[in-house]
C-alpha cells in the first residue's frame, strides 16, 4: 500500500504497507485470504471478490492506532478513516489483484470503498473489483493475488479458498496455481534484478510470484 497524502493522524502501522521492496526480504504483515470470480448467466465474469483476515498481532497494533477514544472498540467512525486509508492506498497497486486474459493483462476498477470490520480480535477487509471491459468466459484467465511490496502475505490457506461461483461457474475448468518463490526467481534472474532495482514498486513481474486462480474456458 501507498499511504495517501491527505495524511491522518495515529496512521504509523499502516504506513509499513507502503514500504518499497528493498526494505524488507520477507513478508512482516499476513492474512488469509478469500477470492471469488462471480460469473453472470450470459458467461461473463461481473466481479473479483476478496476477503482477507490480518494476523492479530497486525490487527492489535491498527485497533491502538485508530481506536481515537481508548475504549478498544472501533466504531464506525474509525472503521470508516481506515477504509479511507486503505481504498486510497491500495489504489496505486490494483488492490493487489492481477488480471490476465490469454497473458495479455486486464484492467480493473473498484466501484466502492474498501470496507473493513473488527471481529474477535482480527482486521477483516472485505471489496470486489470489476473488469473495466466485458470479460467474457473464453480463453485462459487468470486471477492472482499479490503485494509487489512484498510486505504482506496473503494466504490462501486451501485451494477452496479461490473459486468460481455465479451461474457460468460451470462453463470453464479452473485450478489454484501456486508458485514456488526459488523457481521463480532461478528462472527470471536476469528480468527480476533489473526491475527490481531500476522500480521496486513500479514493475509488472510481481504476478509471476501470485497465487493465482486459472480458468480454461477453451
Known amino acids: 500500500m501507498k499511504l495517501s497524502a491527505k495524511g491522518l493522524p495515529g496512521l504509523a502501522v499502516l504506513t509499513a504497507l507502503t514500504m518499497p521492496a528493498t526494505a524488507f526480504a520477507h513478508p512482516h504483515v499476513f492474512a488469509e485470504a478469500r477470492l471469488e470470480v462471480e460469473t453472470t448467466?450470459?458467461?461473463?465474469?461481473?466481479e473479483l471478490r476478496h476477503v482477507w483476515r490480518f494476523d492479530e498481532v497486525f490487527s492489535s497494533s491498527v485497533m491502538l492506532d485508530f481506536d481515537r477514544n481508548g475504549d478498544f472498540v472501533l466504531d464506525n467512525a474509525?472503521?470508516?478513516?481506515?477504509?479511507?486509508?486503505?481504498?486510497?492506498?491500495?489504489s496505486d497497486f490494483d488492490?493487489?489483484?492481477?488480471?490476465t486474459i490469454d497473458g495479455a493483462n486486464g484492467s480493473i476498477s473498484l466501484p466502492d470503498p474498501i470496507r473493513v470490520s473488527f471481529q474477535d480480535g482480527q482486521l477483516l477487509m472485505f471489496f470486489a473489483v470489476l473488469p473495466k471491459e466485458p470479460l467474457p468466459l473464453d480463453g485462459t484467465i487468470a486471477v492472482g493475488v499479490f503485494d509487489p511490496t512484498m510486505y504482506a502475505a496473503?494466504?490462501?490457506m486451501t485451494d477452496d479458498d479461490m473459486v468460481v461461483t455465479g451461474a457460468?461457474?460451470?462453463?470453464?475448468?479452473?485450478?489454484?496455481?501456486?508458485?514456488?518463490?526459488?523457481?521463480?526467481?532461478?528462472?527470471?534472474?536476469?528480468s527480476?534484478?533489473?526491475?527490481?532495482?531500476?522500480?521496486p514498486t513500479g514493475n509488472d513481474l510481481s504476478k509471476l510470484f501470485a497465487t493465482r486462480l486459472e480458468l480454461d474456458c477453451k
Open 168 to 190: 457460468s461457474a460451470d462453463r470453464c475448468t479452473s485450478r489454484v496455481v501456486r508458485p514456488d518463490p526459488d523457481e521463480v526467481i532461478a528462472q527470471n534472474q536476469g
Open 154 to 156: 496473503l494466504e490462501f
Open 192 to 199: 527480476l534484478t533489473e526491475a527490481f532495482f531500476g522500480d
Open 78 to 90: 474509525e472503521l470508516a478513516s481506515i477504509s479511507e486509508v486503505v481504498t486510497d492506498s491500495l
Open 95 to 99: 488492490y493487489y489483484t492481477s488480471l
Open 41 to 46: 448467466s450470459n458467461g461473463r465474469i461481473s
